[in-house]
């Protein structure tokens, strides 16, 4: 290339720009974590504890250490995210490391308990943090499946302007309805002061709105229209191609919400379990120490 | 019939009514020429009501006329009753036809005038001039003869011509009498200056008119106009009453409409009518037969004067804007002074005489103003072809200080965008520590500011005993835009180190003596070729302004090979192993290269082997990159045309001239906007980037968030001059900020928001474990209003990406990225077909 009279920082050679949390740093986490996974899992067979593995043995120990602090370090992810210190640290590289030594953590915490579970504090503490990773693997497989949707659906619309669209057909519906019946003005009242969001969580993961009041006017302004050929200045059609193009932005919106929800929805478990699991670690840790 | 007169004035603007009313005081014989039937007929042409402004302001008023910034009517009702009272002698519907010495001949006084034919070719008369009393030849047939003659006919009877075809047409007007006159018409004005805008201006005043108003400007900047006009405008184009176009300039005009040529190629609108008011020039011809000598051959010169307006003719005397002055309050001090002399006052100082002695009296010697300001002219290359009367305009926007051997005169990455001319002594850039190369006298330096705007890239020191005059940036760019020598001389300098820079191999400016000789500025619209695939040539091409992509049709379809930013060439190729042109190189906005020619070249690298060398590793990659997409061409063609695609698309969204950009590729991006929040965190709690705003291509997505332009829209019309360009290429905005939105509204891409500072939060801990405050980002509109500190209003001021410049660790949007969706790039590393490889893996 020619002379660049560019910026004194210049990005390494043939450095990938863009590889996502999943393959940062061409899988170094995965690597290190799988490495870690071997070693428990190797160390596991050959040391010898008698009569056999369980939390209580010094390897027991060891593993048990291990799997406290890597919970620790991983609920530090949460902090870490919403901290904006100076220095060079990477959300990513965090999100990487995140992603993969939690993972490992079924393996060491698996090996902890020496196969050894029951109806007590320390199996409840065990379940919450399978409970904690069953949630994150789910959030794994959105995040590496919907942002293609989600960037597909919008079109280049920002949240704020499908609202805003919505509105604005709300308030051209509003007009054109001024020379219905009350019959049939009432059933565009009824789209317009519906929710068209409501209808609670279920509708929302789902996105599907079953009782959308968009459709029902539309469906029963179609008694009227549906015999007359459409004319083109019969203010019905015209309420009818309005409601039309509502739905349609509707369903783009809702499909919004639905992804989003969806990438976020996790969150929500995710996030509980882990205050759940340090409560529950705690009383593991605690009763571990007293019955010592 | 013949008068004999002391004194004939021509001309009775402001600069000929004031000499005519101080000639009526000191009771000589006078006689006051107008060719019009009233008094100052360039202020009467002004549209009605237009408010007339008295600048600058620091200078003061010597006349026996009075004069204030008001309205146009008041101004000539008071000048019509003044010019009654002091018994001024006016001749009206007088036009002079000729002004001819009756004297003796003077010896060894003779005037060439050479006269320019369309054909090329040139005429030289030689004119033996004669020694006063003069005979003016009136138009009404009458004579007068006068022992001196003072000219002040302006230039406004001259204005300079469209020169567009179409420019004939009868809807094309250099001259607008009454904005109130058109009603419901798409009109456009060309021209910047006062008269464009204060037209502008008037024929949007009344919205009930109608008028859909555009301005045009070539350039970005409004150097040329007075500061309250520009305010004017920008506060008139932000009502929505007007529109701005700049770097536009008319390509063609037909009936009904009108072609542009604008930063984004080439748009027909309609258009009713034009004005054009794109300033005037002497009459030339008229001055020149009188025996008055212009500085140069150039149109735009102004007469050869001495200090007291005495031209080559001896006894005549020019002021006023036809002696380069423009501003009413010079001409009229200038018409005062000039008669005082004619009366014998040697020792009249010109009104600004105490300004500029307080900016001289700090050198070392003493001298009087004048002599220092000829000194400076005749020191400083780039003032050469100045008049003296231009020169004290010049100072008064300038500064001039003395150095000792090894005082700094500016330091490395000082923000500063002003230029500096070397007067006496030597100045020392310091290239590396230890390294330093000498800038010799005449010479100038700082050149660099006003391309760019960029911090100052190297430390200057004084290598001896120095005067240097600091050129202020509305000064510089006042000075090229009026005086073609100099911005021809500055241009040749800052091409000469662009050279030198870019190329090293141990070049010297002698070397690149014969290259400049040739070289050629040439301005690129956008998305016009420079090289075209086949074509033959073997100039080279140096990109100065704005940048390139370059295509090769490969199977009937243009493939996006590179992109090139300003500060590259290309061309070598076809110089270096022959044949035509191998690909097509096009600019991505409006562009300006530095031609050079290829036989010129060729010589330099036959001098030069190193130079060749460095050509030749050029090429060597270029090829490369030709091979490989070759190579990919039947294997991986989605891959080629994806690529292609992906490139055009961001070269459509402004890439082309960004230096720096955030994408966000949406194959990644949760749209948790943590980006956003980490930016308002690291800066003052607001952000400076819209996530979800912006275009999107194949899953790439360019945000609402600054591109650091190369040639940056916003810092076209700072009034603090407060945008500059960091060290690492980021454009940032100072504290001195005034909150006056002009590089909101300039900006194309809607970058910059204006906002004041949000209320300090509470800590993260705080708010994590006690939900105290707002929480991470951008606090909420209502949260803010419930902490403001009571009573105390916060200036909103401009905020923009500085790319968290100080912040260790770099971009916080990057660094605070979950997914690694977000990523920042400099088009040049992402443009290029090193990612073709990664992506086809």
């Given at each position: 290339?020619?002379?660049?009279?560019?910026?004194?920082?210049?990005?390494?050679?043939?450095?990938?720009?863009h590889?996502?949390?999943?393959r940062?740093?061409?899988?170094?986490?995965?690597?290190?974590?799988?490495?870690?996974?071997?070693?428990?899992?190797?160390?596991?067979?050959?040391v010898?504890?008698?009569?056999?593995?369980?939390?209580?043995?010094?390897?027991g120990?060891?593993?048990?250490?291990?799997?406290?602090?890597?919970?620790?370090?991983?609920?530090?992810?949460?902090?870490?995210?919403?901290?904006?210190?100076?220095?060079?640290?990477?959300?990513?590289?965090?999100?990487?490391?995140?992603?993969?030594?939690?993972?490992?953590?079924?393996v060491?915490?698996?090996?902890?308990?020496?196969?050894?579970?029951?109806?007590?504090?320390?199996?409840?503490?065990?379940?919450?943090?399978?409970?904690?990773?069953?949630?994150?693997?789910?959030?794994?497989?959105?995040?590496?499946t919907?942002?293609?949707?989600?960037?597909n659906?919008?079109?280049?619309?920002t949240?704020?302007?499908?609202?805003?669209?919505?509105?604005?057909?709300?308030?051209?519906l509003?007009?054109?309805?001024?020379?219905?019946?009350?019959?049939?003005?009432?059933?565009?009242?009824?789209?317009?002061?519906d929710?068209?969001?409501?209808?609670?969580?279920?509708?929302?993961?789902?996105?599907?709105?079953?009782?959308?009041?968009?459709?029902?006017?539309?469906?029963?302004?179609?008694?009227?229209?549906?015999?007359?050929?459409?004319?083109?200045?019969?203010?019905?059609?015209?309420?009818?191609?309005?409601?039309?193009?509502?739905?349609?932005?509707?369903a783009?919106?809702?499909r919004?919400?639905?992804?989003?929800?969806?990438?976020?929805?996790?969150?929500?478990?995710?996030?509980?379990?882990?205050?759940?699991?340090?409560?529950?670690?705690?009383?593991?840790?605690?009763?571990?120490?007293?019955?010592? | 019939?013949?008068?004999?007169?002391?004194?004939?004035?021509?001309?009775?603007?402001?600069?000929?009514?004031?000499?005519?009313?101080?000639?009526?005081?000191?009771?000589?014989?006078?006689?006051?020429?107008?060719?019009?039937?009233h008094?100052?007929?360039?202020?009467?042409?002004?549209?009605?009501?237009?408010?007339?402004?008295?600048?600058?302001?620091?200078?003061v008023l010597?006349?026996?006329?009075?004069?204030?910034?008001?309205?146009?009517?008041?101004?000539?009702?008071?000048?019509?009753?003044?010019?009654?009272?002091?018994?001024?002698?006016?001749?009206?519907?007088?036009?002079v036809?000729?002004?001819?010495?009756?004297?003796?001949?003077?010896?060894?006084?003779?005037q060439?005038?050479?006269?320019?034919?369309?054909?090329?070719?040139?005429?030289?008369?030689?004119?033996?001039?004669?020694?006063?009393?003069?005979?003016?030849?009136?138009?009404?047939?009458?004579?007068?003869?006068?022992?001196?003659?003072?000219?002040?006919?302006?230039?406004?009877?001259?204005?300079?011509?469209?020169?567009?075809?179409?420019?004939?047409?009868?809807?094309?007007?250099?001259?607008?009498?009454?904005?109130?006159?058109?009603?419901?018409?798409?009109?456009?004005?060309?021209?910047?200056?006062?008269?464009?805008?204060?037209n502008?201006?008037?024929?949007?005043?009344d919205?009930?008119?109608?008028?859909?108003?555009?301005?045009?400007?070539?350039?970005?900047?409004?150097?040329?106009?007075?500061?309250?006009?520009?305010?004017?405008?920008?506060?008139?184009?932000?009502?929505?009453?007007?529109?701005?176009?700049?770097?536009?300039?008319?390509?063609?005009?037909?009936?009904?409409?009108?072609?542009?040529?604008?930063?984004?190629?080439?748009?027909?609108?309609?258009?009713?009518?034009?004005?054009?008011?794109?300033?005037?020039?002497?009459?030339?011809?008229?001055?020149?037969?009188?025996?008055?000598?212009?500085?140069?051959?150039?149109?735009l010169?102004?007469?050869?004067?001495?200090?007291?307006?005495?031209?080559?003719?001896?006894?005549?005397?020019?002021?006023?804007?036809?002696?380069?002055?423009?501003?009413?309050?010079?001409?009229?001090?200038?018409?005062?002074?000039?008669?005082?002399?004619?009366?014998?006052?040697?020792?009249?100082?010109?009104?600004?005489?105490?300004?500029?002695?307080?900016?001289?009296a700090?050198l070392?010697?003493?001298?009087?103003?004048?002599?220092?300001?000829?000194?400076?002219?005749?020191?400083?290359?780039?003032?050469?072809?100045l008049?003296?009367?231009?020169?004290?305009?010049?100072?008064?926007?300038?500064?001039?200080?003395?150095?000792?051997?090894?005082?700094?005169?500016?330091?490395?990455?000082?923000?500063?965008?002003?230029?500096?001319?070397?007067?006496?002594?030597?100045?020392?850039?310091?290239?590396?520590?230890?390294?330093?190369?000498?800038?010799?006298?005449?010479s100038?330096?700082?050149?660099?500011?006003?391309?760019?705007?960029?911090?100052?890239?190297?430390?200057?020191r004084?290598?001896?005993?120095?005067?240097?005059?600091?050129?202020?940036?509305?000064?510089?760019?006042?000075?090229?835009?009026?005086?073609?020598?100099a911005?021809?001389?500055?241009?040749?300098?800052?091409?000469?180190?662009?050279?030198?820079?870019?190329?090293?191999?141990?070049?010297t400016?002698?070397?690149?003596?014969?290259?400049?000789?040739?070289?050629?500025?040439?301005?690129?619209?956008?998305?016009?070729?420079?090289?075209?695939?086949?074509?033959?040539?073997?100039?080279?091409?140096?990109?100065?302004?704005?940048?390139?992509?370059?295509?090769?049709?490969?199977?009937?379809?243009?493939?996006?090979?590179?992109?090139?930013?300003?500060?590259?060439?290309?061309?070598?190729?076809?110089?270096?192993?022959?044949?035509?042109?191998?690909?097509?190189?096009?600019?991505?906005?409006?562009?300006?290269?530095?031609?050079?020619?290829g036989d010129?070249?060729?010589?330099?690298?036959?001098?030069?082997?190193?130079?060749?060398?460095?050509?030749?590793?050029?090429?060597?990659?270029?090829?490369?990159?030709?091979?490989?997409?070759?190579?990919?061409?039947?294997?991986?063609?989605?891959?080629?045309?994806?690529?292609?695609?992906?490139?055009?698309?961001?070269?459509?969204?402004?890439?082309?001239?960004?230096?720096?950009?955030?994408?966000?590729?949406?194959?990644?991006?949760?749209?948790?906007?943590?980006?956003?929040?980490?930016?308002?965190?690291?800066?003052?709690?607001?952000s400076?980037?819209?996530?979800?705003?912006?275009?999107?291509y194949a899953?790439?997505?360019?945000?609402?968030?600054?591109?650091?332009c190369?040639?940056?829209h916003?810092?076209?019309?700072?009034?603090?001059?407060?945008?500059?360009?960091?060290?690492?290429?980021?454009?940032?905005?100072?504290?001195?900020?005034?909150?006056?939105?002009?590089?909101?509204?300039?900006?194309?891409?809607?970058?910059?928001r204006?906002d004041?500072?949000?209320?300090?939060?509470?800590?993260?801990?705080?708010?994590?474990?006690?939900?105290?405050?707002?929480?991470?980002?951008?606090?909420?509109?209502?949260?803010r209003?419930?902490?403001?500190?009571?009573?105390?209003?916060?200036?909103?001021?401009?905020?923009?990406?500085?790319?968290?410049?100080?912040?260790?660790?770099?971009?916080?949007?990057?660094?605070?990225?979950?997914?690694?969706?977000?990523?920042?790039?400099?088009?040049?590393?992402?443009?290029?077909?090193?990612?073709?490889?990664?992506?086809?893996?």
């Amino acid at each position: 290339m020619a002379a660049g009279a560019a910026s004194p920082i210049r990005r390494a050679k043939g450095e990938v720009l863009h590889d996502g949390f999943l393959r940062h740093a061409g899988f170094r986490w995965l690597k290190i974590a799988t490495l870690i996974c071997v070693l428990s899992i190797a160390s596991y067979m050959l040391v010898d504890v008698t009569p056999r593995h369980n939390g209580g043995s010094w390897y027991g120990y060891a593993m048990g250490t291990i799997g406290v602090l890597l919970i620790l370090w991983l609920t530090l992810l949460g902090l870490r995210k919403r901290a904006m210190t100076r220095g060079r640290w990477s959300l990513k590289a965090w999100t990487s490391a995140h992603v993969y030594l939690g993972l490992s953590l079924i393996v060491i915490a698996t090996l902890h308990t020496g196969f050894q579970l029951g109806w007590n504090v320390h199996t409840l503490a065990y379940a919450l943090m399978m409970l904690v990773i069953l949630s994150g693997l789910f959030g794994i497989a959105v995040y590496a499946t919907l942002p293609a949707a989600l960037s597909n659906n919008r079109a280049e619309m920002t949240q704020v302007q499908m609202l805003d669209a919505v509105r604005a057909i709300d308030r051209q519906l509003h007009d054109a309805a001024q020379p219905l019946t009350h019959e049939q003005a009432a059933l565009v009242r009824q789209s317009l002061e519906d929710d068209p969001f409501g209808g609670g969580l279920i509708a929302r993961l789902s996105g599907r709105y079953p009782r959308c009041a968009t459709a029902r006017a539309q469906a029963a302004l179609r008694r009227w229209t549906g015999e007359t050929p459409d004319t083109g200045n019969d203010p019905l059609e015209r309420i009818d191609a309005l409601l039309e193009r509502k739905q349609a932005m509707l369903a783009r919106l809702r499909r919004h919400l639905k992804l989003k929800a969806l990438l976020e929805i996790w969150l929500y478990v995710h996030v509980p379990a882990t205050f759940a699991l340090l409560a529950a670690l705690t009383a593991h840790v605690v009763s571990v120490f007293f019955y010592w | 019939m013949t008068d004999r007169v002391r004194i004939a004035i021509v001309g009775s603007g402001p600069a000929g009514l004031s000499a005519a009313a101080r000639a009526a005081a000191l009771g000589l014989s006078h006689l006051l020429i107008e060719k019009t039937d009233h008094l100052s007929d360039t202020i009467f042409k002004y549209q009605k009501g237009k408010h007339v402004m008295a600048t600058p302001s620091q200078l003061v008023l010597r006349s026996d006329c009075d004069f204030e910034a008001g309205k146009r009517e008041a101004i000539l009702d008071r000048w019509n009753a003044q010019a009654a009272d002091q018994g001024v002698n006016v001749a009206y519907n007088a036009e002079v036809k000729a002004i001819v010495g009756i004297g003796d001949p003077i010896p060894g006084s003779i005037q060439k005038i050479v006269e320019r034919r369309r054909d090329g070719t040139t005429e030289t008369k030689e004119i033996q001039r004669l020694a006063p009393p003069y005979r003016l030849t009136l138009s009404d047939g009458r004579d007068v003869i006068a022992d001196a003659v003072v000219m002040a006919i302006g230039t406004q009877g001259n204005p300079n011509l469209m020169r567009v075809p179409g420019a004939d047409l009868p809807h094309v007007q250099y001259q607008l009498d009454d904005p109130g006159e058109y009603n419901d018409e798409h009109i456009f004005v060309v021209g910047t200056g006062d008269a464009g805008i204060e037209n502008a201006l008037g024929l949007a005043a009344d919205e009930a008119q109608g008028n859909a108003v555009t301005i045009l400007n070539r350039s970005t900047e409004f150097a040329s106009a007075k500061a309250a006009n520009v305010k004017a405008l920008m506060a008139a184009a932000e009502a929505g009453r007007l529109a701005i176009m700049t770097e536009t300039t008319t390509a063609k005009v037909e009936p009904g409409f009108i072609t542009l040529d604008s930063r984004d190629g080439e748009v027909k609108l309609k258009c009713d009518r034009i004005i054009a008011r794109m300033g005037s020039a002497p009459p030339r011809a008229f001055v020149e037969s009188c025996g008055i000598e212009f500085t140069s051959g150039d149109r735009l010169a102004f007469p050869k004067l001495s200090p007291v307006f005495e031209s080559t003719a001896p006894g005549i005397f020019v002021i006023g804007a036809l002696a380069g002055y423009p501003l009413i309050k010079h001409c009229m001090n200038q018409g005062y002074d000039v008669v005082e002399y004619i009366n014998g006052n040697r020792d009249l100082k010109p009104a600004d005489e105490p300004i500029l002695a307080a900016k001289f009296a700090g050198l070392p010697e003493k001298k009087s103003v004048a002599d220092w300001l000829e000194y400076l002219r005749a020191n400083v290359a780039v003032l050469e072809g100045l008049s003296p009367l231009q020169m004290r305009e010049f100072m008064l926007d300038s500064e001039v200080r003395a150095y000792r051997r090894d005082d700094v005169i500016f330091e490395k990455f000082d923000p500063g965008s002003s230029l500096f001319g070397i007067a006496r002594g030597q100045a020392l850039v310091e290239v590396a520590p230890g390294v330093d190369i000498p800038i010799d006298q005449g010479s100038i330096f700082g050149e660099v500011g006003l391309i760019s705007g960029r911090r100052r890239g190297a430390t200057v020191r004084a290598g001896a005993d120095s005067i240097m005059v600091e050129v202020s940036r509305t000064a510089a760019l006042k000075l090229m835009s009026s005086n073609p020598p100099a911005k021809r001389a500055i241009t040749r300098i800052s091409t000469e180190r662009q050279l030198l820079q870019m190329f090293g191999a141990g070049l010297t400016p002698a070397d690149l003596a014969d290259i400049l000789d040739t070289a050629e500025i040439r301005t690129v619209k956008a998305g016009e070729a420079i090289l075209s695939e086949g074509d033959l040539g073997n100039d080279i091409y140096v990109i100065r302004v704005g940048s390139m992509i370059v295509e090769k049709k490969i199977g009937g379809k243009n493939v996006f090979l590179s992109y090139l930013p300003a500060g590259s060439y290309v061309g070598e190729m076809a110089l270096i192993a022959g044949g035509p042109r191998t690909a097509t190189v096009k600019a991505t906005v409006k562009s300006e290269v530095i031609r050079l020619n290829g036989d010129a070249f060729a010589r330099l690298m036959a001098a030069k082997p190193a130079l060749l060398e460095r050509a030749r590793r050029d090429m060597a990659a270029r090829q490369d990159v030709n091979a490989f997409i070759e190579s990919r061409k039947d294997s991986f063609s989605t891959v080629v045309d994806m690529y292609s695609e992906t490139a055009k698309f961001l070269v459509d969204n402004g890439i082309g001239e960004a230096t720096d950009v955030l994408l966000i590729d949406e194959h990644l991006c949760v749209g948790c906007d943590n980006c956003e929040k980490a930016c308002a965190d690291s800066h003052d709690g607001l952000s400076r980037l819209d996530r979800e705003a912006g275009r999107t291509y194949a899953h790439l997505h360019v945000p609402t968030s600054c591109r650091h332009c190369e040639h940056p829209h916003c810092m076209a019309d700072c009034p603090p001059n407060a945008i500059h360009r960091g060290p690492d290429g980021e454009v940032f905005i100072d504290e001195t900020c005034i909150g006056c939105g002009n590089c909101q509204r300039n900006c194309p891409y809607g970058v910059i928001r204006m906002d004041s500072v949000p209320p300090r939060k509470p800590g993260l801990l705080s708010w994590m474990f006690f939900g105290a405050g707002p929480g991470p980002g951008e606090p909420s509109k209502k949260w803010r209003a419930k902490n403001a500190e009571p009573g105390v209003e916060k200036p909103k001021k401009a905020i923009k990406c500085d790319m968290c410049s100080g912040i260790e660790g770099g971009p916080a949007c990057v660094r605070a990225c979950p997914t690694g969706a977000a990523i920042r790039v400099a088009p040049e590393d992402f443009l290029t077909v090193a990612r073709l490889g990664g992506e086809a893996r």
